[in-house]
Structure formats: structure tokens, C-alpha cells
């Protein structure tokens, strides 16, 4: 099947607007290096999975039609959002020079990351609105075209969000040697979470 140029165009300009995942993912790439950065990326990708499988089967249309699936979602988002925010400032450990992840550490990354994203309700009605575009009738089937833009995003997702990773690893050297960078970036990663939260409890359908 034959992928329209626009779609990679639009797609990349909705990757590349920051989000909880972009954050996420640079404030990990500062604190704990580029192959944490890595993980946080593998993560945040992992997430948009729900709402991709979601468009795919039709559920989105359901979720976008349910007013009370879409406030439980929301909402669990927003608490999410709200504990990333006070654990970040409650944090006191210190920016590290060590690039070496545990698996633990890994797995922690990943699934933070994962919840990021799931819990995002705005993610499916997006998708939904979204990938649908860019099907053409005389393509290969409704499915098969879906799940190839929807593979497609994925990989874009995680190319530029590695990206993301990568370029905040580059300030890493200047945040290790000031405890007093470190501490303002704790607080602008904070309240980057809290007001994220209070904008999706704000939002609607």
C-alpha cells in the first residue's frame, strides 16, 4: 500500500509538540543519562499501543461516547500526573554521571512511562479522529491500512522521542555540577506535571 507524504508530515509535527511523554522522557534523559532516556522513549511508546488497538477495534468510539469512561480515565490521569509531580519535588536524590541501568530500573522506566500515555483519554479520541484521514478506499483493507499508520506512528514516536532523550542528555553535565540547577529543575519538571494534570481535568471531550 501506497502511504501519503502528509500523513508522515502531520504526524511528525504531533510527535515533536511536547507533551507528558516528552517531558517524562527529557527529565529522565537530564537526571539518568541516554540509555535511561532510552527506556523512557520504549515506554512512552508502549503507551499510544491502548489507544492505537482501541481506534483499531472500534472501542474509541465507544470510550468518546461514554461520558463516564472518558471522566474514570481522565481523572485516574490526572492523579497520576499530580503523584509525578509531588514525588518529583519530594525527590533529593542527585544527578548522577553512571549511564547504566539496572533492570529494575528499566522496568520502573518503562512502565511510569506506559501510564503516562494509557492514561490519557485525549490519546484515543485523538487517534480516532486522526488515522482515519489518511485510509484510502481504493488502499488494502480498513485493517490492514489502520494498523500499518498506526505501526508507522509508533516507530516516528520512538525515533523522536529517543531524540528528545538524546538532547537532554547533552545538559546533563551542566545540571551535575550545580545542586542549585538541580533543585529548579526538579521544580520546573514538577510543576510542568501539575499544571499537565490540572489542563487534562480542565479538558473535555
Not at 517531558?23 to 537526571?31: K, N
Not at 503507551?47 to 461516547?65: D, F, N, Q
Not at 503523584?83 to 511510569?112: D, H, N
Request: glycine share 8%; aromatic share 10%; net charge positive.
Amino acid at each position: 500500500m501506497t502511504i501519503d507524504l502528509s500523513f508522515f508530515a502531520t504526524a511528525l509535527i504531533v510527535v515533536l509538540i511536547p507533551g507528558t511523554g516528552v517531558l517524562f522522557t527529557v527529565s529522565i534523559g537530564i537526571t539518568r543519562g541516554r540509555s535511561a532516556a532510552f527506556w523512557a522513549s520504549v515506554g512512552c511508546t508502549l503507551g499510544i499501543v491502548p489507544h492505537l488497538l482501541a481506534t483499531i477495534l472500534g472501542l474509541s468510539t465507544l470510550i468518546h461516547a461514554s461520558a463516564l469512561a472518558f471522566q474514570i480515565v481522565k481523572y485516574v490521569g490526572v492523579v497520576y500526573l499530580l503523584y509525578l509531580a509531588f514525588s518529583t519535588m519530594r525527590s533529593r536524590s542527585a544527578v548522577t554521571e553512571g549511564e547504566q541501568v539496572s533492570p529494575q530500573g528499566q522496568l520502573s522506566i518503562v512502565t511510569k512511562a506506559i501510564l503516562i500515555n494509557v492514561l490519557n483519554p485525549k490519546l484515543t479520541v485523538f487517534f480516532l479522529a486522526f488515522l482515519p484521514q489518511f485510509i484510502r478506499k481504493e488502499g488494502a483493507s480498513y485493517l490492514i491500512q489502520l494498523t500499518t499508520l498506526s505501526l508507522l506512528f509508533m516507530i516516528l514516536t520512538l525515533l523522536v522521542f529517543v531524540g528528545y532523550g538524546l538532547l537532554a542528555n547533552r545538559f546533563r553535565s551542566s545540571v551535575m555540577e550545580s545542586p542549585s540547577a538541580q533543585k529548579w529543575s526538579r521544580r520546573v519538571v514538577a510543576g510542568t506535571f501539575a499544571s499537565m494534570g490540572l489542563r487534562l481535568a480542565l479538558s473535555e471531550r
